[in-house]
Each structure stands twice: as structure tokens, then as C-alpha cells.
């Protein structure tokens, strides 16, 4: 039984340290949806959305109301979209119009799947359909893409990641008047996982079943706060607390899943604990590293004390929850954190920085704005290191960059609400281009030969 | 379905009398009931029993929600489990 303590962290835990359920994001499976035609396919994929996540909005009101945790984000993942306009790959868009439609018809924030996996070969039905990726960006409001690009198994398809760096910079061309916002619906994966609810890259793996839902649980203040409780505390003590407060926060999600899944007529898929920041203070992961004790994120120091975070936050979701998945870790978006859009505006933290960061922590390089005339090579250059640091460390890497039209060095651009605000980080100026020029395969490493 | 009611906020007289009889006008049993002091902001924790579907749950954490900007108090109901699932192993 809980005691009046119980009951009272719990409440402050919402009311002051910005405690909610991120994300309840249902999967659905679209392959039934498959027709002979892109119009009969696209049809039968609108319906099926409207249909199954029809009382997700209302659900998710419903719990949010009875618990007494807000619920931010209500979302859609599918089957990768690739698999789906097969057939017609060159009318792909089609489908992305019926999904974006869908999703406003069922009012989901977000729809995510927009998606293909093209790790190890690359199809011509797929080429074709990665390229219709930015018009579909451009003309739509609430899908999300992604392509996954390498694996620990497969090594990383050299030829997809020197096309993503064009799809980048064509996206972010032709979403200028957002200051590039098509490339914050853009994720190029390595080892993308099939059941993230959180989005650019949610998408409804082939191996998941009908219907499910996952649910993503965030809490950067509460874990603040819980360290500033105990601030003279060692990193053992420390590494204790942070793990005891994943616990919690993690309970809550897997209660609001459960739940949710039953009133849906869905499986209940997993819960990923990411520690998820926003753009309001008190909700940020690098305030929790430089609660830590470091003066600004991204100086010495701060691999370090993210590879514990990280640890720490995964030991108490696993222990909270019956089912782990997703990502579960922290999120190091600069945009979508105070703490980080400060530290890069003072020169504290910069692109390699956060690329050391990301071998440690649950994703990539997200959220990070550069110069509008940073070559399409660079921005696959840079997409290929961060596979590397996926595929060797057998981890999930990611790259969300937008290239934003016509901006420099020492400008901002601003995408609105969760998405935030991106200072432009400088990247290298030396060419990589000969070497993406390449093509072909990076092996996958040798100590993926398990069988 | 049992739900527990938060009654927070800066002491003054009357706090229980008017949630309580709020409650019993809806039909709602106290099972359980613990109030303290801490520092001049009163604190009061109930476990009630809410004879009623879930969407009565939703409707009784708005109704008291509202009770409590009347009266200045913070009023929270929320469904017994959530306090379950992230307090106990």
C-alpha cells in the first residue's frame, strides 16, 4: 500500500517536474492493405487507419483524466510504406497523401512509417520510393519518414546513405519557407528498431503483430530533481537514485499501456522509457548533466556522465517493466532542449561533441541544424559516421539533420512547439566527397558473425 | 473502483468539511482518510470508493478540480493503481 509520501511525490512529479506519458502510439499493420493499384491501395489504407485508431484521441483524454498523468502526443506508426507502394513505387505519394489524411481525420499529431529498409540492398521499387520522400514532406503536415540504412548484421549500404544526403538537402529545399521543418520528419536509422513510438522514426516493424500499442514515458525533470536532492552524493549513489526514479516513471507508463491496449482492441507492445526533453527548462537531459556537476554540457566530461545516465535510466526500465523496447535511454535533441541550444549558443558543445555522445546514449544526432549550403556529401559523411558508431556498437545511431535554407553560422531557425529552436552548428568544411562517391557496402563487423 | 483524492494547499477552516460533503453529494464513500500540516500548507489524503464507470471517474477529477478553485485548493482524483504501479515492486 502507498503511503502519503507516495501519493504526494507522484502529484509534484506532474505539477512541477513535467512527469507525463510522452507518447501512446499505436502500430498498425497496413499489409492487408495491399491492392493492385496505388489508388485502390491508397483508399483501403485510409479506412483501415480511420478505422483502427478511430478512439485513440479519446482514449488516451480518458486515462490521462482518470490517472492523473498528462498524455502529450497521441500517434500512428505503419508498416514501412516501402513494402506497402511496391507495386507502384513511382505513385508512392499517393499514399502518403491518404496517410496524412487519415491522420487528421482521426486527429493524431503525428503519423509515422513514411519508411524504408534498404540496410543492406537497395531495390529499385525502393530508390524509387525514397526519392518521392521530400515532395511527400513538402505537401503533407503530419507524416513522418525514415530509412535505415545499416545494421550490426548487414554492415551499412554505402549507396542508400549517399542518396539520403541528397534526400536531405532536397527536403530541407523544399520545405525553405519552414526554414527546412521536412528534415524534422526525416530519420536516417542504423539498426532503426520496429517498435519506437516515439517519432520522426516510429514505424510498425514487419515482425509486430495487427494492431499494438507502445507507449513512450519521459521525465527529465523528475530525474533533475531527484539528483539535486542529493547533491553532494557519489556516482554510485547517484547511479542508485537515477535508476530508482526510471522505476517509477516507467510503472506509470507500462499502467497507461496496459490499459490503453485494452480499451483499443490492441496488443500491448512495450514501453520505452527515453528521457525525452523538451524545450521548457525543467525538462531538459543536459540540465540533468550539468546537475551532475559538469558548468555546461558538451565540455569534458560529459560522455561520461551521459554513458551513466543512460545506464542507470535502462536498469529501471527493465526492472518496471514486463516488456522494454524502443529506444530507452536519453535523447540528445539540441532544438528540443533549453540546456542544449544554450550550450551550443555559448560554444560549449559542438557537432562532435554530440557525435562522441551518441555512442553512449540511446539515438544520434538529432535536432541539429547546419549551414543551408552544407553539400549533400557532408550531410552523408555525416550520416555514415554515425551508422558507424551504430553498427559497431551494436546500437540504434540516428541522424536528424536539417541543412536550413540560406542560413549561416550565428542564425537560428525556429520550427515551433515541441520541435523548438536549432542555433546552426558549424560542420567541417573539408570535402568527403570521394569517399561517398564510393558506393557499395561497408562490411558488417566481424563480431556479428555469431551463428 | 477505488480512487484516491488530494486535497493540497495553504490551511484555512472548513477544507474537509466542504470536500467531504462534496463527495457525499455524489455518491462517493470515504474507505480511508489521513490530513496533516506541513508547513502552514494543508495536506489531505483520501481513499474513496467511486461506485461509477470509468467515464464517472473522469467526470468526478474535473468536478473537483473545479471545487478546488473555488475554494483555493489544489484537488486531484486519480484512479488507486497508478500509486500501486509506481510504489510498489
Known sequence: MFTTNDVLETINMVEREHLDIRTVTMGISLLPCIRATAKETAAEVYDTVCKKAENIVKVTQELSTEYGIPIVNKRVSITPASIICAPFASEAAKIGKAL??????????????????????????????????????????RLCSSVNVGSSKSGINMDAVSLMGKIVKETAQKTEKTGGGGCAKLVVFCNAVEDNPFMAGAFHGVGESGTVINVGVSGPGV????????????????????????????????????EAAKRLNAEFGIVDLSLAPTPARGDSVAQILEEMGLESVGTHGTTACLAMLNDAVKKGGVMASSRVGGLSGAFIPVSEDIGMIEAVEKGSLCIDKLEAMTAVCSVGLDMIAVPGD??????????????????????????????????????????????????????????????????GLIPAPIHSNKN | ????????????????????????????????????ILD???????????????????????????????????????????FNAMHSV
Do not use: W
Open chain 1, 223 to 258: 530525474v533533475q530533481h531527484a539528483i539535486e536532492a542529493i547533491p553532494t552524493a557519489n556516482l554510485s549513489d547517484l547511479a542508485e537514485m537515477i535508476k530508482r526514479t526510471a522505476f517509477k516513471i516507467t510503472r506509470a507508463g507500462q499502467l497507461i499501456a496496459r
Open chain 2, 1 to 36: 473502483m477505488r480512487a484516491v483524492v488530494t486535497v493540497v494547499g495553504k490551511d484555512k477552516t472548513g477544507i474537509i468539511a466542504k470536500v467531504s460533503g462534496f463527495l457525499a453529494e455524489r455518491g462517493v464513500n470515504i474507505l480511508d482518510i489521513s490530513q496533516t
Open chain 2, 40 to 82: 502552514e500548507y494543508f495536506a489531505m489524503i483520501m481513499l474513496v470508493d467511486v461506485n461509477a464507470s470509468a467515464e464517472g471517474l473522469s467526470r468526478l477529477s474535473e468536478e473537483c478540480a473545479a471545487l478546488g478553485k473555488e475554494i483555493g485548493m489544489s484537488i486531484h482524483v486519480q484512479h488507486e493503481e497508478i
Open chain 1, 374 to 439: 552544407t553539400p549533400a556529401e557532408t550531410v552523408s559523411a555525416i550520416i555514415a559516421d554515425e551508422a558507424a558508431i551504430g553498427m559497431i556498437n551494436n546500437k540504434t545511431t540516428a541522424v536528424r539533420v536539417i541543412p536550413a535554407p540560406g542560413k549561416v553560422v550565428g542564425d537560428s531557425v525556429d520550427f515551433g512547439g515541441l520541435l523548438g529552436r536549432a542555433p546552426i552548428m558549424p560542420v567541417h568544411k573539408q570535402s568527403a566527397a570521394k569517399f561517398i562517391a564510393r558506393g
Open chain 1, 100 to 141: 496524412d489524411d487519415a491522420a487528421k481525420t482521426v486527429g493524431v499529431d503525428f503519423l509515422g512509417g513514411y519508411s524504408a529498409l534498404v540496410h543492406k540492398g537497395m531495390a529499385d521499387y525502393e530508390r524509387t520510393f525514397i526519392s518521392t520522400i521530400p515532395e511527400v514532406l513538402a505537401s503533407t503536415e
